[in-house]
């Protein structure tokens, strides 16, 4: 019999990324010091090593921010013609292309997401992104919103950990194809990228103020988003924090769209294509470690099939690589902060409790750092905590149903509708599946399937607007 | 989905129950395993598992020549190649077999000497398999008894393409019974899909199930001679194959892939699938091999670059 075929290391070079020790804030084209001068610092999940130190923007920094983005927005970027705010989201989607490699390990470094994702995904995406919009720069009087429509004014944006440039992206660029100016706030543990796309901002020549970056944590993003002077607001992230931004908002003008938590379906039919469902299940939950709003963490699988198909996914969860994110075979990063680590553990430990059972791949964790082993609870049923609330860790909680109007009547039976998942061989299944399903996004035989030219967005407590595509410009029209 | 060995057992007695059962199997879904095989491609092999790599691919290496203009001196020059795929470098191992043309089967036994090579052999009137089958029998004879220990066949793919399954089993079996009783310890057979001729990946995963149920000990994806031969995906395919065949009856069956492999880049790609789909039980020379011939070459000069550190250039590899 064979020998074991062992992978040596295969590190992408972290010296390709040129970190400063500190940042200031982006406004006004420009990187400051915060008016205050407090900071915080930023880690590498995968080894809690501090990457940089990063400012903290309070009061004074969010009105300087707002104020440099309203007067860009006045005196320049909104009356500037569509065609010529299009060459500068193309020329910003070509060098985000040329710093791609550099953008992915930086991406990898402050995220804890291997390379191979941050390279393949992330990066590609994120070029994607800018180039389908600097598309629509042009030609929004054909986009199905009146003969003319005009921008909104000053988007705030607060953006989460799991994606952050590519989180940014799907902020950046539809606002300022549609001739509005941003301010935007990445995630405290992730700010890092935000602020090397800050100087790609200097480097297409952006006019100053068109886009403005503050770092800081929960209370800057309340600042921001609570400023007077912003005409539109938009966020991804939690749901809890995008209920207080709701309530805080109600009564006002200001335009808000949500992109909220989710608990997907991912439903496997017993005429599955099974080594691709198992693909499926797997990319649906373990892909960026679980930290994916649109995770398929729930998979219902028709329980004729249960125990080949957990067979299989166990066998194939054996094979998946955790580690090093930086390294190139690496399939499973870091969690990304010590909080989020112990929210996972909290509500395992709760799965166990309930009297789910945990089977978790093998794998050998680095003593440093955060990190959970790809993890799989059997014997769920809807009336677990793990089968309701949104992990957002590598941990899947496997629901068995009968017939499919029971397996929709059970994906259907969260408060979340984000997105879904359908695997059957039967394309008169899939539609009949799809169309019952109350979820923005329903994916069949494939899962976490990005496009810019498709719409994004939540059902029920997932949240409203639809981010990507013709649908993602509503939001910044008016 | 489910497969049991009881349900294998009964599976090739009539025609009707091969086809419920070839049909039966979960299907393949094209965008999915060409994803999958897409992701695999992108491993990084470097240093150390690339040495074992490359060594490990030389050695499952079928040394092919299949042309008309085949000759005797042709076969012997092979033969001291796959014997020394480096003569400047004795550690660098030999390859698994020799494949050729019945006719030349002697030549390349008597080139090999006592040397524990294998000498594989097409037959079945390679590369269409369209001839009767008494003629394949004496081809698959003819092939045996001048010392072929390896028969390569190739499957009626008229035949499985317009559902005569039981047909295709029952040709398999009987090139198995003629490998067996025409010398000695009976030779390995290997069965030839050409699925590039079969096109889609249920029906190549159907194929290799027909083949294995048969008594197929290798299943091999192309002749060579038609286009697309060999890729990622299919081979992914029959990996998966061999593995549920093995998970349902105990029995293990190798994979060749064969045809269009030419770079060491792409040798490893298959490795890395072969060790992330079967599992390194498959890794090895017994279970899984490459029909190549200009692969070999290409292993050598990385083979070389590895151990001196610069690339050596096509003449620094023999040209045969």
């Known amino acids: 019999m064979g020998k074991t075929f062992e992978y040596a290391p295969a590190p992408e070079s972290r010296n390709v990324v040129d970190l400063a020790s500190s940042y200031g804030l982006f406004v006004g084209g420009r990187f400051v010091d915060p008016a205050d001068g407090t900071s915080f610092k930023t880690v590498n999940p995968a080894t809690e090593e501090v990457l940089a130190e990063v400012a903290e923007a309070g009061q004074a920094d969010v009105d300087a921010a707002v104020a440099a983005a309203r007067r860009a927005y006045d005196e320049v970027w909104g009356p500037m013609p569509g065609r010529e705010r299009a060459k500068y989201l193309f020329r910003t989607a070509r060098i985000v292309q040329e710093r791609s490699r550099e953008l992915a390990v930086a991406e990898s470094l402050d995220n804890g997401k291997p390379i191979r994702e941050s390279r393949d995904v992330d990066l590609p995406l994120v070029a994607a992104w800018f180039f389908h919009y600097a598309g629509w720069a042009d030609k929004l009087e054909q986009a199905g919103y009146g003969p003319d429509p005009q921008p909104v004014g000053v988007a705030g944006q607060v953006i989460p950990w799991n994606f952050p440039l590519m989180m940014l992206a799907w902020k950046i660029a539809p606002a300022l194809a549609c001739g509005n100016t941003v301010v935007l706030k990445p995630a405290e543990t992730t700010p890092l990228t935000a602020l090397l796309f800050a100087e790609i901002c200097q480097q297409a020549d952006l006019p100053a103020g068109v886009v403005n970056i503050l770092t800081g944590a929960g209370e800057t993003g309340r600042r921001l988003v609570t400023h007077p002077d912003i005409d539109k607001v938009a966020f991804t992230g939690s749901t809890d924090v995008g209920r207080q931004i709701a309530r805080s908002l109600a009564g006002t003008d200001k335009r808000v769209t949500l992109e909220l938590g989710g608990k997907a379906a991912n439903i496997v039919f017993d005429d599955a294509p099974v080594d691709q469902a198992v693909e499926g299940i797997v990319d649906g939950i373990f892909f960026n470690q679980g930290h994916v709003c649109c995770a398929g963490s729930r998979l219902l699988v028709q329980e004729n099939v249960h125990d080949e198909v957990l067979e299989r996914l166990k066998a194939r969860m054996a094979t998946l690589r955790v580690g090093d994110p930086l390294d190139k075979n690496t399939d499973v990063g870091a969690i990304n902060s010590a909080a989020q680590l112990a929210r996972i553990r909290e509500l395992s430990a709760v799965g166990d409790a309930e009297g789910a059972e945990r089977w978790s791949a093998p794998c050998a964790l680095p003593d440093h750092g955060f990190w959970f082993a790809p993890t799989v609870f059997t014997g769920v049923t809807q009336a677990h905590r793990i089968a309701r609330e949104e992990i957002f860790g590598p941990v899947l909680s496997v629901l068995t149903f009968r017939t499919p109007a029971e397996a929709v009547a059970k994906a259907n039976n969260t408060p979340y509708g984000l997105s879904a998942g359908v695997w059957t061989e039967k394309g008169s299944l899939i539609l009949w599946t799809a169309e019952r399903l109350r979820a923005g996004v329903v994916w069949a035989n494939t899962f976490n399937k990005f496009d810019p030219a498709s719409p994004f967005g939540g059902y029920k407590e997932s949240g409203y607007g639809r981010e990507g595509g013709r649908h993602g410009l509503a939001g910044y029209l008016r | 989905m489910t497969t049991t060995l009881d349900a294998v057992a009964d599976v090739t007695a009539s025609e009707e129950s091969l086809r419920r059962f070839l049909y039966g199997l979960p299907g393949v879904d094209q965008v999915g395993a060409e994803a999958r095989a897409a992701t695999l491609a992108t491993r990084s092999?470097?240093?150390?598992?690339?040495?074992?790599?490359?060594?490990?691919?030389?050695?499952?290496?079928?040394?092919?020549?299949?042309?008309?203009?085949?000759?005797?001196?042709?076969?012997?020059?092979?033969?001291?190649?796959?014997?020394?795929?480096?003569?400047?470098?004795?550690?660098?191992?030999?390859?698994?077999?020799?494949?050729?043309?019945?006719?030349?089967?002697?030549?390349?036994?008597?080139?090999?000497?006592?040397?524990?090579?294998?000498?594989?052999?097409?037959?079945?009137?390679?590369?269409?398999?369209?001839?009767?089958?008494?003629?394949?029998?004496?081809?698959?004879?003819?092939?045996?008894?001048?010392?072929?220990?390896?028969?390569?066949?190739?499957?009626?793919?008229?035949?499985?393409?317009?559902?005569?399954?039981?047909?295709?089993?029952?040709?398999?079996?009987?090139?198995?019974?003629?490998?067996?009783?025409?010398?000695?310890?009976?030779?390995?057979?290997?069965?030839?899909?050409?699925?590039?001729?079969?096109?889609?990946?249920?029906?190549?995963?159907?194929?290799?199930?027909?083949?294995?149920?048969?008594?197929?000990?290798?299943?091999?994806?192309?002749?060579?001679?038609?286009?697309?031969?060999?890729?990622?995906?299919?081979?992914?395919?029959?990996?998966?194959?061999?593995?549920?065949?093995?998970?349902?009856?105990?029995?293990?069956?190798?994979?060749?892939?064969?045809?269009?492999?030419?770079?060491?880049?792409?040798?490893?790609?298959?490795?890395?699938?072969?060790?992330?789909?079967?599992?390194?039980?498959?890794?090895?020379?017994?279970?899984?091999?490459?029909?190549?011939?200009?692969?070999?070459?290409?292993?050598?000069?990385?083979?070389?670059?590895?151990?001196?550190?610069?690339?050596?250039?096509?003449?620094?590899?023999?040209?045969?």
């Open chain 2, 45 to 320: 092999i470097k240093t150390t598992a690339k040495a074992y790599a490359i060594d490990l691919a030389i050695s499952m290496i079928d040394l092919t020549t299949l042309e008309g203009a085949d000759t005797p001196g042709k076969v012997r020059a092979l033969a001291a190649k796959a014997l020394r795929p480096d003569p400047t470098d004795p550690t660098c191992p030999p390859v698994a077999a020799l494949c050729v043309y019945p006719d030349l089967v002697a030549t390349a036994r008597a080139a090999l000497g006592g040397a524990p090579l294998h000498v594989a052999s097409v037959a079945t009137a390679f590369p269409s398999g369209r001839a009767s089958l008494d003629l394949k029998l004496h081809d698959v004879a003819d092939a045996v008894s001048a010392g072929a220990d390896e028969v390569d066949m190739v499957i009626d793919r008229g035949a499985f393409l317009s559902g005569r399954l039981q047909q295709v089993h029952d040709d398999i079996v009987a090139v198995k019974q003629a490998c067996a009783s025409s010398g000695g310890q009976g030779a390995h057979l290997k069965v030839i899909l050409e699925t590039g001729e079969l096109q889609t990946y249920d029906n190549v995963r159907r194929a290799c199930w027909l083949a294995m149920l048969a008594g197929a000990d290798f299943v091999k994806t192309s002749t060579g001679k038609v286009q697309p031969a060999a890729t990622l995906p299919v081979t992914l395919v029959m990996l998966e194959a061999v593995r549920d065949f093995r998970a349902a009856t105990g029995r293990q069956v190798g994979v060749k892939a064969a045809g269009g492999i030419r770079t060491a880049k792409d040798a490893v790609r298959y490795l890395v699938v072969v060790n992330e789909v079967a599992g390194d039980d498959w890794l090895d020379a017994a279970w899984f091999r490459f029909g190549a011939s200009g692969l070999l070459n290409d292993l050598l000069m990385q083979r070389q670059r590895m151990s001196t550190g610069a690339y050596s250039g096509p003449d620094h590899v023999t040209l045969d």
